[in-house]
């Protein structure tokens, strides 16, 4: 069975960056698509980058332009590359995997697997 941990997460100011990793153990991630979702405090998790098996990548609205999602298949890593940070990005973020050769869900439903999650604060 797959296991995810992320890290990368941090304290930064408004317009810095912070790149978050996505590494696989137990099983591989090679094959499988693998998504990245976010939590505020009192909201719902929500799809923020999702990644195919072939490097096709799929976007939410508020992470087009800011934020770069990929992947190395050869250790077994995704990354979240995130750019001009706002406070509002603030969030625990997770990455979640499923079955191998899927389509990018954006619903967090459509996973099965979840890492811990890493803390993202971002300061005005």
């Known amino acids: 069975q797959v296991q995810l941990v992320e890290s990368g997460g941090g304290l930064v100011q408004a317009g810095g960056s912070l790149r978050l990793s996505c590494a696989a153990s137990?099983?591989?991630?090679?094959?499988?698509?693998v998504g990245w979702f976010r939590q505020a405090p009192g909201k719902e998790r929500e799809f923020v980058a999702g990644?195919?098996?072939?490097?096709?990548?799929v976007y939410a609205d508020t992470a087009k332009g800011r934020f770069t999602i990929t992947r190395d298949n050869a250790k077994d890593t995704v990354y979240l590359q995130m750019n001009s940070l706002k406070p509002e990005d603030t969030a625990v973020f997770y990455c979640?995997?499923?079955?191998?050769?899927?389509?990018?869900?954006?619903?967090?439903?459509?996973?099965?697997?979840w890492g811990q999650g890493t803390q993202v604060t971002v300061s005005s």
């Open positions: 990644i195919r098996w072939s490097g096709s990548t």
């Open positions: 979640a995997t499923d079955s191998f050769w899927g389509r990018v869900g954006t619903s967090p439903s459509e996973y099965t697997y």
């Open positions: 137990g099983g591989t991630i090679s094959g499988r698509t």
